[in-house]
């Protein structure tokens, strides 16, 4: 699936959604704070591009405390 990932503006931290919810519009839910938003009110928005649906098995650690990569990740 294609996936954006978004930051959330009242507690900052990144997750990832479907870009379904992203091409309909509707208000986003942070799973961190439980607040919901429109994206345009998201400091950052990341759509498609490079990596996008590699991301998605690390997701969760896209916030800058928890940054990993694996080891083999480039080829
Ligand atoms: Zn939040």
New binding site residues.
Partial sequence: MDIFNVQ?P??G?EYYADMLLYSLRVELH?P??G?FFCREDSPRVVTGGAGASAVARVAGDLGPQTIYRPPDQED
């Fill in positions: 959330c009242a507690c931290r942070c961190y704070c607040v």
